[in-house]
């Protein structure tokens, strides 16, 4: 009998997350969902109100909410919980290239879409140039997000925006432009010089800061919060660009 009321303490987990008319915690939520997929039968404590919060907090000595109890320790908030089950916890400041691969992913999927409605077939040469295109539009979206801390962030390599700060405001249209223009095939004379122009000056830009000044930075390329690394993907966008002109200017009738 002892033994099976040591199993189920083992097994019974006490939470306490914020449940208010106009809030309810997310990460209670998940730590509920956590605790429940990992067979814990849940004691579920809600706080209803701001004072009831405040005075948990100062009861326990925590600055946030949700806490867990697990056979009477606190295991803490719901990254604590994470590790405490073994899995992984989100570095805020580690750098990653998901971002730029769900682009890269989206694009290439409506492009493929678009190809398939339009030519029967997802596997056409206009199905590439939209992939171009459309990611260029995706791209540059991202960054017209938070246009000012894009140009904050891209002040730190690219070479014109260096001379001539408002170049960082202008980018991210003139990339959003050509790819617009370039996914119609309208205008070719404007939407190839700029795509020449600005893939040109990226890719040096980039080449320099990564591979010759070899700095560490962090891109741009989605916007000025993201924490992709400036390197290759960001080298890719630029190469995409000028690639596209130069086919266009060969191509366009």
């Not at 100062?58 to 949700?66: A, G, I, L, R, Y």
């Not at 830009?205 to 390197?231: I, M, T």
């Amino acid at each position: 009998m002892a033994s099976d009321a040591k199993a189920n303490e083992s097994t019974r987990a006490s939470l306490y997350r914020m449940v208010m008319d106009k809030h309810v915690c997310p990460y209670g939520l998940k730590s509920k969902h956590l605790l429940e997929s990992e067979g814990f039968e849940v004691e579920d404590h809600w706080l209803t109100t701001r004072a009831e919060t405040d005075a948990f907090k100062e009861k326990h000595d925590v600055p946030t909410t949700p806490q867990t109890f697990i056979g009477g320790e606190r295991i803490g908030g719901y990254d604590a919980l994470r590790k405490h089950f073994g899995k992984k916890v989100k570095d805020p400041d580690a750098t990653s290239y998901k971002p730029v691969l769900a682009v890269f992913a989206t694009a290439a999927g409506i492009a493929l879409a678009v190809s398939y409605f339009a030519f029967g077939t997802p596997l056409t040469v206009r199905a590439a140039e939209w992939f171009v295109s459309i990611t260029m539009m995706l791209l540059a979206m991202l960054k017209l997000q938070d246009v000012e801390s894009f140009s904050t962030m891209f002040l730190n390599y690219d070479l014109l925006a260096k001379r001539w700060v408002p170049y960082g405001y202008v980018y991210p249209f003139g990339e959003w432009l050509a790819g617009a223009l370039m996914t119609a095939h309208f205008l070719p004379w404007l939407s190839i010089p700029i795509a020449l122009f600005i893939g040109t000056i990226g890719a040096v830009s980039v080449f320099k800061a990564v591979y010759v000044d070899k700095r560490e930075l962090k891109c741009a390329c989605v916007g000025g919060g993201s924490n992709v690394p400036l390197g290759f993907v960001s080298l890719t966008e630029n190469l995409f660009m000028i690639g596209m002109a130069i086919w266009m200017l060969f191509t366009a009738g």
